[in-house]
């Protein structure tokens, strides 16, 4: 009797893993989760099916044994160093220990598909995040080139979503919705295509059944349907809440030329998935945010 396939996923108890993973035991599959903390950001029910195993380690010391028991037909290597600002030459040890533990895994378990969750942040020149992602990328690219497995590049922009306090959006609803003002940096006409988190994973999610019709090493630039400035957002944001926030607009603008706007036309079209309008996004983003804080304060006034 042959045993039953699973897809593993790394960094299952973060933000996008957690819902990846739900999506995909939603569709049916059996997965295998490794994170650092249990249960994370995993849902209650998520934990109990039966479908599901979660496994706790560092990655980067190694990969669980029982793991290379399992029929794994694929991989989504979410996990990442996130101290790549302050630490980079840890961040970036780190994170090319756990990419060469993967790479190891795949090639040992020989596996249909490698899915790497990368970033826009390889074109910023500066960024020690998009360093590391740019080096892990090559990595796996160079290691699986002559082998059976498949590599599947995902560059994801910023993503937002629950459990979100750092991205722009989520610090500009915020402001607007205290009336603070909105000080934008010099980068205010820089466009931005951002995603949501469900939406992320919902592209990840299109590649676990799409993969065997897509080129054996391929590469997608994520992104919403269109993108909007740092500036458009911001007003967005304070109309939608109704806000007296005052966006305040440094005297000199600096272009941004690391901002690169991806085709959504490909990934559509590759992955028969559509892709949302960023301004409807962002606004079903503030309604949910809306319902939860009425929710948590026992109110309905907006």
Request: some cysteine.
């Given at each position: 009797?042959?045993?039953?396939?699973?897809?593993?996923?790394?960094?299952?108890?973060?933000?996008?893993?957690?819902?990846l993973v739900s999506r995909l035991l939603h569709n049916g599959h059996f997965v295998i989760g490794l994170g650092r903390s249990?249960?994370?950001?995993?849902?209650?029910?998520?934990?109990?099916?039966?479908?599901?195993?979660?496994?706790?380690?560092?990655?980067?010391?190694?990969?669980?044994?029982?793991?290379?028991?399992?029929?794994?037909?694929?991989?989504?290597?979410?996990?990442?160093?996130?101290?790549?600002?302050?630490?980079?030459?840890?961040?970036?040890?780190?994170?090319?220990?756990?990419?060469?533990?993967?790479?190891?895994?795949?090639?040992?378990?020989?596996?249909?598909?490698?899915?790497?969750?990368?970033?826009?942040?390889?074109?910023?020149?500066?960024?020690?995040?998009?360093?590391?992602?740019?080096?892990?990328?090559?990595?796996?690219?160079?290691?699986?080139?002559?082998?059976?497995?498949?590599?599947?590049?995902?560059?994801?922009?910023?993503?937002?979503?629950?459990?979100?306090?750092?991205?722009?959006?989520?610090?500009?609803?915020?402001?607007?919705?205290?009336?603070?003002?909105?000080?934008?940096?010099?980068?205010?006409?820089?466009?931005?295509?951002?995603?949501?988190?469900?939406?992320?994973?919902?592209?990840?999610?299109?590649?676990?059944?799409?993969?065997?019709?897509?080129?054996r090493h391929d590469l997608f630039m994520a992104c919403s349907r269109d993108?909007?400035?740092?500036?458009?957002?911001?007003?967005?944001?304070?109309?939608?809440?109704?806000?007296?926030?005052?966006?305040?607009?440094?005297?000199?603008?600096?272009?941004?030329?690391?901002?690169?706007?991806?085709?959504?036309?490909?990934?559509?079209?590759?992955?028969?998935?559509?892709?949302?309008?960023?301004?409807?996004?962002?606004?079903?983003?503030?309604?949910?945010?809306?319902?939860?804080?009425?929710?948590?304060?026992?109110?309905?006034?907006?």
């Amino acid at each position: 009797m042959q045993k039953q396939k699973y897809w593993l996923v790394t960094g299952a108890t973060g933000r996008l893993g957690s819902a990846l993973v739900s999506r995909l035991l939603h569709n049916g599959h059996f997965v295998i989760g490794l994170g650092r903390s249990h249960p994370g950001l995993l849902a209650p029910a998520t934990i109990k099916d039966p479908h599901f195993k979660l496994f706790l380690g560092d990655l980067a010391q190694g990969v669980p044994a029982d793991i290379y028991h399992h029929n794994i037909e694929g991989i989504f290597h979410l996990a990442h160093q996130h101290n790549a600002a302050r630490m980079p030459s840890k961040a970036l040890t780190q994170n090319i220990r756990m990419t060469r533990q993967i790479i190891a895994v795949s090639k040992q378990i020989k596996i249909s598909v490698l899915v790497y969750s990368s970033s826009g942040s390889v074109y910023e020149e500066s960024s020690s995040y998009g360093r590391i992602k740019h080096l892990c990328e090559l990595l796996i690219r160079k290691q699986l080139r002559t082998t059976t497995v498949r590599s599947i590049i995902v560059r994801l922009p910023a993503i937002y979503g629950p459990h979100d306090k750092e991205s722009i959006i989520y610090r500009f609803i915020h402001w607007a919705r205290t009336n603070q003002d909105i000080v934008l940096d010099c980068q205010s006409k820089t466009a931005r295509s951002l995603l949501q988190t469900h939406q992320a994973a919902d592209i990840l999610l299109k590649i676990a059944s799409r993969y065997p019709y897509l080129p054996r090493h391929d590469l997608f630039m994520a992104c919403s349907r269109d993108s909007m400035t740092v500036h458009e957002i911001a007003q967005l944001a304070v109309q939608a809440t109704g806000s007296k926030s005052k966006i305040i607009i440094p005297e000199q603008i600096t272009p941004d030329n690391s901002a690169v706007l991806a085709d959504a036309r490909r990934i559509e079209k590759s992955l028969d998935i559509a892709l949302p309008p960023f301004n409807d996004s962002i606004l079903s983003y503030i309604k949910k945010l809306s319902a939860s804080k009425r929710r948590a304060t026992g109110t309905f006034k907006n």
